[in-house]
Structure formats: structure tokens, C-alpha cells
């Protein structure tokens, strides 16, 4: 009887769609998934026609690897298959392991020859294969609503046997569209945001304005913990932890309550630009969704847009609260972000913020404040932490070369 070899077989679907850069997207989705796998026994990631395979062998927690490869960007699904010889005999014995404790009424064999000079068709694999489940079962075939499809793909050089996919999160991979700066609050939206520009290929960078030592470090503490759930979706994350406390402090000084939180919002993406800029981050990022409060109205966001010198992406710009919510919850962000803290936007807050505030009306109370001053203020006093996932399997490299980062 043929050995059984364990494998991942690894679909990608976007990726498929360009042309000229396949192989550099491909670059980095192998990359990635060899990341995200370092810490789990051997893996070896290797690139084979329209997919990726990862050879297990002597690899003893199979599922673990699964799950992690189900959370690489790129990835449009996932399967734990076995890799046999291209021979009818193997790929019934391959096909006798998948279906073995299995549980099922009906199946379909679903055959896909990835190179047509195999001299058998899919549809003649699909019944000679059905034909052995339905003697080994007693299973009845169906095509269309089936308890258990099997796929069997064929390659030159071998054929890999499978039944369920788990689905990955599409996207691009981590690394491929450059570096965004994420404004994140302790709040539901921003994680879901940064979340999805790493879908889209960016790193991100995080940014966390606080209030200490007007208010506790909770809103700190909440930062880290939702940096440290995103991180496994990139790897490794930079997180800023950044005085606004001060700023607020002159702004409440000068500026009439309704204006405020305005002007706020217009310090953070000046402090959150300067930050972005050190670490060539080309963007900004937001959790705003539109007129979801008052410093999100279409003026609002004008005048917050002016005030940057870097596009501001607003992900969930489109998205209602539920939607953002469900996404929070499949993220494991949400239950962080409904924690009580004392945000900084808590802070100083008027009651009725103005949800129209004028280009002139602006800068005409900026004009009092020193806001060069105050922007390098809030960037000097900025902390920087980083986050790894998974953690180095072998002793992580102290020095420039752990440093070197993005
Ligand atoms: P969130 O749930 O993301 O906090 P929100 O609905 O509470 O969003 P706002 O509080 O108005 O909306 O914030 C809008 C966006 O401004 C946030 O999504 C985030 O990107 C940014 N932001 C707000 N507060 C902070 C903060 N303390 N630090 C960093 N970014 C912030
Ligand atoms: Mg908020």
C-alpha cells in the first residue's frame, strides 16, 4: 500500500489575477506562511503550479498548522491533504484515509488534473474513485448538495487527496502594498479597520494617543491587548503610545467646546503623519465610518483631511455599526474594545460637538494655538513597543538586525 504523506495544500485566489507581479505576491505569501508556521515543527512551503504546498513530514500537530495558515492574507483556502503517487491504486488508498470515521450519506468525487497529457480525464477519475467509495460505503453519489466532497488534484509529480476546506481570508499578502499608520482608539472600529488594510496587503503601524496623566493608563493597556490580537495576522507589529493629555489641555484653553474634538482629530493626523513619515508608512488609517458621530459628518472629515499631508484610508467608511461588530467579534477584538476606559477623546469632550465646522472657522482657532509646538510635543513624548507573532523559534536576534523591522 502507498504511504500516506501529510500535507497543506494552500489555494490563493487574487494573487491568481495578476500578471507581471504573480511572482512577487507569491514571494511574499510563501514568506509569510513560513512566518507564520516558524514556531510549529517542520514545515517546508513550496511553490507548485496555481498553488502552494506544505510538506509536513515528521511534523506532529498538523490541525495547529492548519489554523494558522487559515490566518495568513492571501489565502483563499486551506486543505489537510495527502500527497500520493499519481496512480489510481494510491489515490484510492489516499481517498480510503479522507472518508475512514467519516460520517456521510452522499459524496462527490471532485477530480481536477492540473496537467491534461494524465491519462485518465477527471470525469473518468471522478467515477472510477466514486465507483471505489461507493463499494468500500455503500454511499450514494450526489453531484450537487453531497454531506462529503472529495477533491482530488492531480500534478505531474504527485496527487493530493482532501475533503474539507478551511477557508482563508483573501486579500493579499501582509507586505505587498506598503506600510499604513492606524489611528487606534480603545473603540470596536479601528482594530477592524487596521485589520483590513492588512487584508489588503499593508503593514501596519499603530498609533495610540492617551491622556496620562490626566486620565489611567487603561486605555494604554487596551492598545497593546488589541495590537497583540492583530499581530498574528502580520506577524510583527510597532505600537505608539502617544501623549495627547497636554494638547487637549491648551486646546480646551482656546477653543470653544463645540470646535473641539475637530481640532483634536486635526492633532492626531498631523502627530500620526510626522510618526507614519519616520517609519515610511505611505497612509494613514481610521476606524471612521460616515456619520456615525459628530466629527464623522462629510465636512467633518473634510477638515480632518486637510490637515494631513498623507491619504487618510477610512476602511469602514461604508459599513454600518453591526456589520463593523460582527467583524470585531470574528477578529476576537471586540470583546477588548466593549472594556470600560477613560479614551482621551473622553477627555475634555464637549456635549454637542458641531457637526458642520468651517474651513475658516478652523483655522482661525488654530491660529491661537503653537501648533508646530504641540505637534512635536505629542511625536517627542511618543513610545514605541513591538509585538511578535509567532514568537522566534530560534533565539531572536538582538541588535540591528532584530531592529531593522520594516
Ligand atoms: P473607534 O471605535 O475606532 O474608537 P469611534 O466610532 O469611537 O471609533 P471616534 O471615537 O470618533 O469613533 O474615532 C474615530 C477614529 O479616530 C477612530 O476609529 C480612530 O481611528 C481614531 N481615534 C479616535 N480616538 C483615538 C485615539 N485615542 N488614539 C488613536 N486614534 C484614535
Ligand atoms: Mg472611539
Not at 201 to 208: A, K, P, Q, S, T
Not at 342 to 349: H, I, R
Amino acid at each position: 500500500m502507498a504511504t500516506l504523506r501529510p500535507a497543506i495544500i494552500v489555494h490563493y485566489h487574487e494573487i491568481s489575477l495578476k500578471r507581471g507581479n504573480r511572482p512577487l505576491f507569491l514571494r511574499h505569501l510563501l514568506r509569510n506562511l513560513e512566518r507564520a508556521t516558524d514556531d510549529l515543527g517542520p514545515v517546508r512551503v513550496r511553490q507548485l503550479s496555481g498553488r502552494i504546498l506544505l510538506d509536513l513530514e515528521g511534523n506532529e500537530g498538523p490541525e495547529a498548522v492548519l489554523a494558522r495558515v487559515a490566518r495568513v492574507c492571501g489565502v483563499a483556502s486551506a486543505a489537510l491533504a495527502y500527497r500520493v503517487p499519481s496512480s489510481v491504486d494510491a489515490m484510492k488508498a489516499a481517498t480510503a484515509a479522507v472518508i475512514e470515521g467519516r460520517p456521510f450519506g452522499s459524496f462527490r468525487i471532485s477530480a481536477r488534473r492540473a496537467f491534461k497529457t494524465y491519462p485518465l480525464t477527471s470525469v473518468e477519475l471522478n467515477r472510477e474513485l466514486g465507483a471505489f467509495v461507493v463499494a468500500r460505503t455503500g454511499a450514494r453519489v450526489d453531484l450537487r448538495d453531497p454531506d462529503l466532497a472529495v477533491h482530488v488534484e492531480v500534478l505531474p509529480a504527485e496527487t493530493f487527496v482532501y475533503a474539507d476546506r478551511a477557508p482563508g481570508p483573501g486579500g493579499l499578502p501582509v507586505g505587498t502594498a506598503g506600510t499604513v499608520a492606524a489611528l487606534l482608539s480603545g473603540g470596536i472600529d479601528s482594530p477592524v479597520a487596521a485589520w483590513r488594510m492588512m487584508k489588503r496587503g499593508c503593514r501596519v503601524v499603530f498609533v495610540h494617543f492617551h491622556s496620562v496623566p490626566y486620565l489611567p493608563a487603561t486605555s494604554q493597556a487596551k492598545a497593546r491587548a488589541l495590537v497583540e490580537r492583530l499581530t498574528p495576522w502580520q506577524y510583527r507589529s510597532q505600537l505608539f503610545l502617544v501623549p495627547l493629555g497636554e494638547i487637549q489641555r491648551e486646546v480646551v484653553l482656546s477653543v470653544p467646546p463645540p470646535l473641539r474634538v475637530v481640532v483634536y482629530r486635526r492633532f492626531m493626523v498631523r502627530i500620526a503623519e510626522t510618526l507614519a513619515r519616520q517609519v515610511g508608512a505611505l497612509a494613514l488609517t481610521t476606524g471612521e465610518s460616515l456619520g456615525q458621530v459628530a466629527s464623522q459628518t462629510l465636512t467633518n472629515i473634510a477638515r480632518i483631511d486637510e490637515a494631513a499631508g498623507l491619504p487618510i484610508l477610512r476602511p469602514l467608511i461604508g459599513m454600518d455599526k453591526l456589520e463593523i461588530t460582527a467583524e470585531a467579534q470574528r477578529l476576537d477584538t471586540f470583546e477588548i474594545s466593549i472594556e470600560p476606559d477613560a479614551d482621551c477623546c473622553t477627555l475634555f469632550v464637549p456635549r454637542h460637538p458641531a457637526t458642520r465646522v468651517g474651513a475658516d472657522e478652523v483655522s482661525a482657532v488654530e491660529s491661537r494655538l503653537d501648533v508646530p509646538r504641540l505637534v512635536a510635543l505629542g511625536c517627542e513624548g511618543a513610545r514605541g513597543e513591538t509585538f511578535e507573532f509567532p514568537p522566534r523559534a530560534v533565539a531572536n536576534p538582538v541588535g540591528p538586525e532584530a531592529s531593522a523591522g520594516w
